[in-house]
């Protein structure tokens, strides 16, 4: 399959991610046996990964601190054939920092997120990775940024843009630049931020769809979790599913949905949703944030054994 000649780029977080997975039922106000493990995350560099994974050029531009755990992780990031010349080390500040609390599902219960280094991103450090970024490249933008940044970066970026809004709360900072967006990847709660009504059933759904649509975004996908989703974009409105997944970990799930979408977007709107839909999936069936074993080979291996069924409304 010819691969894109585009170049991802992605402004945003680099975290230490530390994942606590409950072994039973979460008890609050107590102590729960579980498993903890500690990784490299942050939803643009996550997203940086698996498509490094996918063998896709990338360019990251986050904060690093000045801590083990920062140079650490840029050093991971180097390994993995990430561009991150134009990054920035703050050697006064402790690393960005995201603690996940899971039940024994592995679906998230809570989590904190110490993202403070990024608001010491600064116009100077942005504009010149913005200005060598070609107009068919696409760039990511995390809401994790500052609403300053998100504004000045979307008003300075001529190229195709993407953008999941991460959580509820951080929706409200990507709501003004939407007509900017090229793909927009909400769940069914922060749609409902964006639209302004509550998402019941599928006729409110395809309503959803359409308000986001006309706010001059090109592809939106509005993702349910084990109830699939919908997309709307050139090709028409489509309602997806797929069969049961044992989910392991949900955590990082949306950022390789992204990933891969945005890396076979080339291919047309319908046929990316597959693989990001199977990155997804795949990121589901392993306790990692990025599962290393996503490359385009396994993932046509997930869309065999979970195959997508589109319905067109």
């Known amino acids: 399959m010819k691969k894109t000649q585009r170049t991802f780029h992605l402004i945003g977080g680099?975290?230490?991610?530390?994942?606590?997975?409950?072994?039973?039922?979460?008890?609050?106000?107590?102590?729960?046996?579980?498993?903890?493990?500690?990784?490299?995350?942050?939803?643009?560099?996550?997203i940086a990964q698996n498509l490094t994974n996918i063998e896709c050029p990338v360019r990251l531009l986050t904060v690093f601190g000045g801590d083990v755990l920062g140079h650490q992780c840029a050093k991971d990031c180097k390994d993995r054939n990430m561009d991150i010349s134009h990054s920035v080390f703050l050697d006064k500040l402790g690393s960005s920092t995201y603690l996940a609390i899971a039940n024994k599902d592995g679906d998230m219960s809570v989590a904190i997120a110490d993202m403070d280094i990024l608001k010491h991103l600064t116009q100077d450090t942005v504009t010149p990775f913005l200005k060598s970024i070609e107009e068919n490249d696409v760039l990511v933008v995390d809401t994790n940024l500052e609403f300053e940044m998100i504004e000045y970066i979307t008003s300075n970026s001529s190229c195709l843009m993407a953008c999941d809004p991460i959580s509820t709360t951080k929706t409200n900072k990507i709501i003004p630049f939407l007509n900017r967006l090229t793909v927009f990847k909400p769940n069914r709660l922060e749609a409902e931020v964006c639209c302004g009504f509550a998402i019941t059933d599928d006729e409110s759904l395809m309503k959803a769809l359409e308000h986001l649509r006309k706010s001059g975004i090109r592809d939106v996908i509005i993702t349910l979790g084990v109830r699939g989703g919908a997309i709307a974009c050139d090709e028409g409105i489509f309602r997806y599913y797929h069969k049961d997944v044992p989910v392991i970990s949900a955590t990082g799930a949306g950022d390789a949905f992204l990933g891969a979408y945005i890396a076979y977007l080339h291919l047309g709107s319908l046929e990316a949703l597959k693989y990001g839909v199977a990155a997804a999936i795949a990121t589901c069936l392993c306790e990692s944030t990025v599962d290393d074993k996503i490359n385009q080979g396994y993932l046509e291996k997930v869309m065999r054994e979970y195959p997508l069924q589109l319905t067109r409304r």
Do not use: M, Q, T, W
């Open 14 to 46: 680099a975290n230490i991610d530390i994942l606590g997975k409950s072994f039973e039922s979460l008890r609050p106000n107590d102590s729960n046996p579980g498993k903890v493990s500690i990784s490299f995350g942050g939803v643009a560099r996550n």
